[in-house]
């Protein structure tokens, strides 16, 4: 999309047409706790050439999925997609730059994403899902809120195995409405439910990942029931690959699940847009954030699809709205709906066993070489993060040598862990690829 700039005649054109003598006027009504102390330190403009040639060369250094052997992981994953989502999801009656609404929405859109819905319910074990959300960590943080409005507290807690993403966008969202937002350490990698003595009374939701982000399984058979304990509700960010070999966490009681859908028929792409996955228990249906598709029927009996529950702002009253969310990925949505009537049970199963097996593949040959640990002894799902004596970056180097992307340091993410990395193995890597990467190790 080209950009034009707004020249100073056009400003004072516009300022004039709504009888505003200024720009500092116009902003009068906007908190100067809200504002920016100081402009922004931007340098100088350059041309148009100049622009294009800096973001070519920036954009050269890339080293893509799709030309190197990729272990990377920590929330986005080199899933195989069914050649039939990219043909489907390219139909114009998908395939469209505007999210349809109730009164443009089609039939078949809305089945779609009522399909959308079922399916994400059984991936989680939860009994309603709603037509997605942006990514895992708004969902995270609608969660979060939406655990506040049920139980009335002011105190959220989340465990440090989280996504460090989702730690940031939580207390982003916690910031200016007064919400404590509180970590619990996890220095074995998962989380010990004797540490949760921290929840309280004015704990209104736990916040826990299983996989978490270091990719091991935490006990939610032992942690929920103890969170609920406190009268505190379990909010759980789960990968919904691995409902095909685990017990989902609304099989252990968990009364909101959230995840990340990008496994789920989209690409990697250099950050998104990703798909946001929200579930919960049917007592807190018109709490939930964003819209919900239902089936009905009309005089005739016939079935029908229609927007039952759409509680944002730009439907109802602000102050009874439960979130701002105002779209739902709509797009996203149907990949993923393609994808997991494409795979079916057997396939989601199939999938997850082999980023399963073949992750344990990757991790016992890299813990058998001379200077490499596992970092964590927790079981793990399909990524694991591993201790590397002689330097994470010679590591890496050696595995870029060989065209291997072979995992994400942690030295920004956690403290602590400045000799280690994580690995991701998908069921698209072969076992000639693990030997590959054991070999760049090897060798570095």
């Known amino acids: 999309m080209k950009y034009t700039q707004i020249t100073d005649a056009q400003v004072g054109q516009m300022l004039q047409a709504i009888e505003v003598n200024s720009v500092e006027e116009l902003f009068a009504p906007v ?32 080293r893509g999925c799709g030309r190197a052997i990729c272990f990377l992981g920590a929330g986005a994953y080199d899933h195989f997609i069914p050649t039939v989502v990219d043909a489907l999801a390219a139909q114009t009656e998908f395939l469209t730059a505007y999210t349809p609404y109730q009164a443009e929405a089609s039939q078949g859109m809305l089945q779609l994403l009522f399909e959308f819905q079922s399916m994400i319910s059984e991936l989680t074990g939860m009994e309603v899902a709603n037509a997605s959300m942006y990514e895992v960590a708004s969902a995270a943080a609608e969660a979060a809120m939406m655990a506040i409005t049920i139980t009335g507290r002011r105190q959220v807690v989340i465990a440090e195995s989280v996504h460090h993403d989702t730690h940031r966008v939580v207390r982003t969202y916690a910031r200016e409405r007064d919400i404590e937002v509180s970590t619990i350490v996890t220095p074995d990698g998962v989380l010990d439910d004797a540490l949760l003595q921290g929840v309280g009374e004015q704990t209104a939701a736990v916040i826990l990942q299983s996989p978490n982000f270091f990719g091991c399984l935490e006990r939610l058979d032992r942690l929920i029931p103890n969170i609920q304990q406190h009268g505190a509700l379990a909010i759980i960010v789960t990968d919904p690959i691995a409902s095909g070999i685990f017990k989902p966490p609304g099989a252990f009681g968990a009364d909101i699940v ?4 990008q496994a789920l028929g989209i690409p990697l792409q250099y950050g998104g847009p990703y798909l946001g996955l929200l579930a919960a228990k049917e007592k807190y249906l018109r709490k939930i954030p964003g819209r919900i598709v239902g089936q009905a029927s009309d005089r ?15 439907h109802i009253k ?6 701002n969310i105002c779209t739902n990925q709509g797009l996203l949505a149907v990949r993923a709906s393609i994808y997991l009537a494409a795979m079916g049970k057997q396939g989601i199963a199939e999938v997850a066993s082999q980023c399963f097996d073949k992750a344990h593949y990757a991790a016992e040959q890299i813990a058998r070489l001379d200077g490499y640990e596992l970092r964590f002894q927790a079981p793990f799902f399909k990524e694991f993060v591993v201790k590397v004596r002689r330097g994470v970056k010679r590591a890496l180097a050696s595995c870029r040598e060989r065209n291997i992307l072979g995992g994400v340091p942690l030295t920004e993410f956690h403290q602590g862990l400045d000799d280690c990395f994580l690995v991701a193995v998908t069921e698209k890597r072969t076992k000639e690829e693990i030997d590959e990467l054991i070999g760049a190790l090897q060798a570095a």
């Open 318 to 323: 602000r102050e009874r709205a439960t979130s």
């Open 300 to 314: 005739e009996g016939r079935r029908g699809f229609c927007l039952v529950l759409q509680t944002r702002e730009q």
């Open 258 to 261: 959230v995840g990340e859908g």
């Open 31 to 62: 908190s100067q706790t809200l504002r920016l102390k100081k402009l922004l330190d931007l340098p100088k403009g350059v041309s148009e050439t100049e622009l294009l040639n800096d973001v070519g060369a920036l954009a050269a250094k890339n």
